[in-house]
C-alpha cells in the first residue's frame, strides 16, 4: 500500500536558518508531488506541486523553495528563513489520474 | 482563478441534528470537488469526491455530497451527526492536478 512520511514533525528555528523539510512517498511510482501551507483558520494555500524528477512549479512567490531530486521524494527549503515562514507544512501526493489527495501527518515549524 | 468558499467558519451542533455545510467554488471549465476531514490530532484525509456521473455521491461514516452544477455548489450532508464527527472540513476543487481548498469549517458536536 501507498504511505507518505513527512519530517520532522515539529520544528523550532531562528530567523535566518536555513530550512530542508523532507517528503517521501512509498508503494508507488510517478506521483504528482504537492506542498501546502496551513494557516490556523485558514485554507490550504499550494505553494509549490511537480509532477515529476526536476519539475518544480511554484504557486506563490515566496521565501521557500522546492526540489525533487528523486521520483519520491519531495524537499521543501529556504535559505533564510523570515518570521512569517512560520505555519503548518503538509505534503501530499496523488497518482496521475488525480484521485484525490493523501496527506502526510505535516510539520509545524516556527521561526522564533 | 478557481477559488473555493465555505460559508460557514464554525458549526455547533447537538448529537444526531442534522448537518449541511456549504461549498461554493468558482470556475467555469471542469473540475473535480473534494471533502477532507481532519479530525483532532490526525492527517487530512479524503471524506468522498466527485468527479462525473450522479450528483449525489456518498462517503465514509454516512456522510454525502450533492453536486449542484447550476449553483457551483457541492455541499456537504449528513442527516444525523454524532459527537466522533467533530473535526474540520475542507472543501476543495481540483483542476489539471491543483486543487484549491476553502478555508475550512470547524464542526462542534456536542454530546
Known amino acids: 500500500s501507498q504511505t507518505i512520511h513527512q519530517w520532522p514533525a515539529t520544528l523550532v528555528q531562528p530567523v535566518g536558518s536555513p530550512l530542508s523539510l523532507e517528503c517521501t512517498v512509498e508503494g508507488t511510482s510517478n506521483p504528482n508531488l504537492y506542498w501546502y501551507r496551513q494557516a490556523a483558520g485558514r485554507g490550504l494555500q499550494l505553494l509549490f506541486y511537480?509532477?515529476?524528477?526536476?519539475?518544480i512549479s511554484s504557486e506563490v512567490p515566496q521565501n521557500l523553495s522546492a526540489s525533487r531530486p528523486q521520483d519520491r521524494q519531495f524537499i521543501l527549503s529556504s535559505k533564510k528563513l523570515l518570521l512569517s515562514d512560520s505555519g503548518f507544512y503538509l505534503c501530499?501526493?496523488?497518482?496521475?489520474?488525480?484521485?484525490?489527495?493523501?496527506f502526510g501527518s505535516g510539520t509545524r515549524l516556527t521561526v522564533v | 482563478a478557481q477559488s473555493v468558499s465555505q460559508h460557514n467558519h464554525h458549526v455547533i451542533l447537538s448529537e444526531a441534528a442534522s448537518l449541511e455545510l456549504g461549498c461554493n467554488y468558482s470556475y467555469g471549465g471542469t473540475v473535480n470537488l473534494f471533502w477532507y476531514v481532519q479530525y483532532p490530532g490526525q492527517h487530512l484525509q479524503l471524506l468522498l469526491k466527485?468527479?462525473?456521473?450522479?450528483?449525489l455521491v456518498k462517503g465514509i461514516k454516512g456522510f454525502e455530497a450533492e453536486f449542484i452544477k447550476s449553483k457551483f455548489s457541492f455541499n456537504l450532508r449528513k442527516p444525523s451527526v454524532q459527537w466522533s464527527d467533530t473535526a474540520e472540513y475542507f472543501c476543495?476543487?481540483?483542476?489539471?492536478?491543483?486543487?484549491?481548498f476553502g478555508d475550512g469549517t470547524t464542526l462542534t458536536v456536542k454530546p
Open positions: 466527485y468527479f462525473s456521473g450522479d450528483p
Open positions: 511537480s509532477v515529476g524528477i526536476g519539475q
Open positions: 476543495a476543487a481540483t483542476n489539471a492536478g491543483k486543487s484549491t
Open positions: 501530499a501526493w496523488t497518482g496521475q489520474g488525480g484521485y484525490g489527495y493523501t
